[in-house]
């Protein structure tokens, strides 16, 4: 792998689901020669999707490395043929599978956003999008499946121009249409490039597609121009710039964000797909274009004489090899053995074997320098977004944190068996996902489960099951529902026992009043006159205490009370701790059910991102759920961004029903905020 960083291009491949990302995954490798023949999604025999989950669903469910070299093509007095190494991360496409994508992204070069021909711009391709937007990532379009029934080159290029602007570059026109798509005009050198077999024929445009082909030409070039005012001078003085000046401004231009080149592939039949390679390795940009940003605020060279630095990506538990640690190298050259520092974890890691990644097969390497994937084995202590670097080195790697779970199903174990296994089960998916959380509720005794959604933890669920032999049952998750007293209330508390010996006997007089929400509880010892004896008025408030947290009337606990101790008797020999303390949870539990309560129901703060024209139906669904819109704005996308507090009972299934709702087009953001009386009619469940 001893490539420099400027030959070295990583590339994540998203898009929406079905889009045809594994298949021209599988197409460049075999067209790279790093596989014999291609495999089928349908059959379960790509190298992307080798998970026994990804071959049941019959689509990516987590991102896959695969590395490949390829020679691009040199153009006539450019520089001498040079080996590029592809780094092809496969991304799912269900928006539920987000922190994969997030993941891919964050160490990538070059986003290769995929489009189906015949499907145009759907939901996942705008979610890709948005993404590279947030990570300031270059992107390259191609539109796959130009072969196939109802592909529209021309329909599909207005609508990525309409959605993501003028930066959107066509850099080919199809020759055929449909299922007579058989090669492509390259509108850069005016060549016509047609395909038998995989096999490419280059020559002179058609005759009859000249006018068309010179009409789009000119538009491009002038684009590409645009950005470099030497060029534009010369081109505006008559000096038509060579294809190598087009390429290295366009590179430019995709390196700066401001360029989106678009090409034309069919991966089944390896039309074109030899040309994206080509594209991938001239205008992509490399490592050394790209430093990384660094918690500090600083960037990392990739340089390979300077320090070791790597960042791991994903985590993998093989039932093989243990835990596997995908990283990148993003300074300096690691061999193996060699030690490097964790800092979050403060411990020192030995990257025993270094490894090169193809799907599921791995391969010893002696070296990976800076830019390049690779994996390692049984690391002590690191994962997902972890810095790994030379000692010495305080470089940290600038990882966001996953957001909170917008899903949760509580779950348990089936048997006894299941339950010795349960808690170590979920830590190693974890490892393997970080945007799952679990967590314990001791008020419910529920296990809880969160995620991004239904599809995110039906794919946990199953590898539970299959990876750790654990077996759950699936519920929904508690609503911790609380009471509070109507009114105030005053009540005696009187307990009095005699067993034969020294007895008990306690009596104190209780005020209690209701609080503002979010008020606590407040205890005020009132006494005067020692009614009753310093020592044993907190026994008072602990008995208090605990009645409040064994509930009140309705069976939940209470809050937001002011309890304040006014009077009492005691006997000098009969009265201890203990029956004060019942005698204050006896006074607070009369008080409760004379005044009376009410029940407070949690509520959510939340923050729903979608189309504008979407806008009146997530208004309506969140009044529907009893939510209280509290503002609406637009952001700098133009979408609408609402602002809501909904009952939290109302929000358990949001995300499937939002997603619903939208076609996947919204998104959602949740956040506590605190309690409000639940309506009386509403009975709780």
Not at 132 to 146: M, N, Y
Not at 335 to 363: C, F, I, K, W, Y
Not at 471 to 493: D, L, M, S
Request: hydrophobic share 40%.
């Amino acid at each position: 792998m001893g490539i420099p960083p400027e030959r070295v291009r990583t590339v994540a491949v998203v898009g929406h689901t079905g889009s045809g990302k594994t298949t021209l995954v599988e197409a460049l490798l075999a067209t790279g020669g790093a596989i014999s023949r291609m495999g089928r999604v349908e059959d379960g025999t790509t190298v992307s999707d080798h998970e026994p989950e990804e071959k049941e669903r019959g689509g990516s469910l987590f991102t896959t490395a695969s590395a490949m070299t390829w020679t691009p093509r040199v153009e006539p007095g450019g520089p001498e043929e040079q080996p590029h190494l592809l780094q092809l991360l496969d991304c799912p496409g269900d928006p539920d599978l987000l922190g994969q994508v997030d993941a891919a992204l964050h160490v990538a070069d070059l986003a290769l956003i995929v489009v189906g021909a015949a499907d145009g711009v759907q939901v996942g391709t705008e979610l890709a999008w948005r993404l590279c937007d947030d990570l300031g990532l270059p992107r390259l379009v191609v539109l796959t499946a130009c072969d196939k029934e109802r592909a529209e080159v021309d329909r599909v290029v207005a609508e990525l121009k309409e959605r993501f602007g003028r930066g959107i570059a066509p850099l080919e026109l199809p020759v055929g249409s449909e299922a007579d798509f058989r090669g492509v005009l390259d509108l850069l050198s005016d060549q016509c490039c047609t395909y038998e077999d995989g096999t490419p024929t280059c020559g002179p445009i058609p005759d009859d597609l000249v006018d068309e082909e010179h009409a789009v030409h000119d538009q491009l070039v002038e684009g590409i121009v645009e950005a470099d005012d030497e060029l534009m001078m010369r081109y505006l003085d008559g000096d038509v710039p060579s294809v190598l000046e087009l390429e290295k401004a366009l590179a430019a231009g995709v390196a700066a964000g401001v360029v989106h080149p678009v090409v034309l592939a069919s991966a089944t039949r390896r039309v074109a797909v030899d040309r994206l390679a080509d594209f991938l390795c001239e205008v992509g940009p490399s490592p050394a274009d790209r430093p990384t940003l660094l918690a500090d605020g600083e960037l990392l060279a990739s340089d390979a004489a300077g320090p070791a630095v790597a960042v791991v990506w994903r985590t993998i538990d093989d039932r093989f090899q243990g835990r596997l640690s995908l990283c990148r190298c993003l300074s300096g050259t690691i061999t193996p053995d060699a030690v490097l520092r964790n800092a979050r974890a403060a411990a020192d890691e030995r990257l025993h074997q270094l490894l090169s990644v193809r799907g599921a097969a791995t391969e010893p390497v002696q070296e990976v320098m800076a830019g390049q994937v690779f994996a390692v084995a049984k690391l002590g202590a690191a994962g997902t977004g972890d810095t790994l670097a030379s000692k010495g080195c305080e470089a940290v790697v600038d990882w966001s944190a996953p957001p909170p779970p917008a899903h949760e199903v509580a779950i348990a174990p089936k048997g006894k068996a299941d339950d010795d296994k349960l808690m170590t089960a979920l830590h190693r998916l974890q490892q393997e996902d970080p945007w799952l959380v679990v967590r314990r509720d001791d008020e419910a005794h529920q296990t809880v489960l969160g995620g991004r959604g239904g599809v995110h933890l039906q794919v946990a669920l199953q590898r539970l099951q299959r990876k750790f032999a654990v077996e759950v049952e699936v519920g929904e998750v508690a609503i911790p529902y609380r009471e509070t007293i109507r009114a105030a209330a005053t009540a005696e508390g009187r307990y009095k026992k005699q067993t034969g010996g020294h007895g008990q006997y306690g009596v104190c007089t209780l005020v209690v009043e209701p609080l503002p929400r979010g008020g606590g509880f407040e205890f005020v010892d009132a006494i005067v006159g020692g009614s009753i004896p310093r020592n044993l008025i907190p026994a008072v408030e602990k008995g208090v205490v605990e009645a409040m947290t064994r509930g009140g009337p309705a069976g939940h606990r209470v809050v937001d009370v002011k309890v304040t101790l006014t009077d009492g008797k005691y006997h000098s020999v009969d009265s201890s701790e203990m029956s004060f303390k019942a005698a204050g949870a006896l006074a607070f539990t009369e008080a409760l059910t004379t005044a009376g309560t009410v029940v407070l129901e949690p509520v959510s703060t939340v923050v729903v991102t979608s189309p504008p024209e979407l806008q009146g139906d997530v208004l309506g669904d969140l009044t529907s759920r009893r939510g209280r819109v509290v503002g609406a704005d637009v952001d700098g996308r133009g979408d609408a961004v609402i602002t809501a507090v909904v009952p939290t009972a109302e929000l358990r299934r949001y995300a499937l029903d939002l997603r619903s709702l939208s076609s996947t087009r919204a998104s959602f953001s949740v956040e506590p905020a605190g309690y409000n009386e639940r309506p009386a009619h509403l009975a709780v469940t």
